[in-house]
């Protein structure tokens, strides 16, 4: 298992920028594929950014394509999401979460391996 903190979350006004980093602990990093989950308020956890252990591969949320861009530093242990343009349906709990295999984390995130706590996003109009 490897250890993740996200940090940067905040609140901003609609059409803004923040970045979220997700820092690493523990296993090797470089072996995990990455991704970026997030939850509002009444609402299900849904995919947002997900990226492979190289960071060569990309996959995003039709929401938030255009607008995100997921990267990774794996000589920083860190994950990063560059949130621009944010309106206000993107103010939720935003969460790492890391697992070795890619496809997991696309496709059945209720077997990811490794979750972060979480940092709140709030967009105002």
């Known amino acids: 298992q490897v250890q993740l903190v996200e940090s940067g979350g905040g609140m901003v006004q609609a059409g803004g920028s923040l970045r979220l980093s997700c820092a690493a602990s523990?296993?090797?990093?470089?072996?995990?594929?990455m991704g970026w989950f997030r939850q509002a308020p009444g609402k299900e956890r849904e995919f947002v950014a997900a990226?492979?252990?190289?960071?060569?591969?990309?996959h995003y949320a039709d929401s938030v394509k255009g607008r995100f861009t997921i990267s990774r530093d794996n000589g920083k242990n860190t994950m990063y999401l560059q949130l621009n343009s944010l309106k206000p349906e993107d103010t939720a709990v935003y969460y790492c979460?890391?697992?070795?295999?890619?496809?997991?984390?696309?496709?059945?995130?209720?077997?990811?391996?490794?979750w972060g706590q979480g940092t709140q996003v709030t967009v105002s109009s």
């Open positions: 990226i492979s252990w190289s960071g060569e591969t990309t």
């Open positions: 523990g296993r090797t990093f470089s072996s995990y594929a």
């Open positions: 979460a890391a697992d070795t295999n890619l496809h997991i984390i696309l496709l059945v995130t209720t077997s990811i391996g490794s």
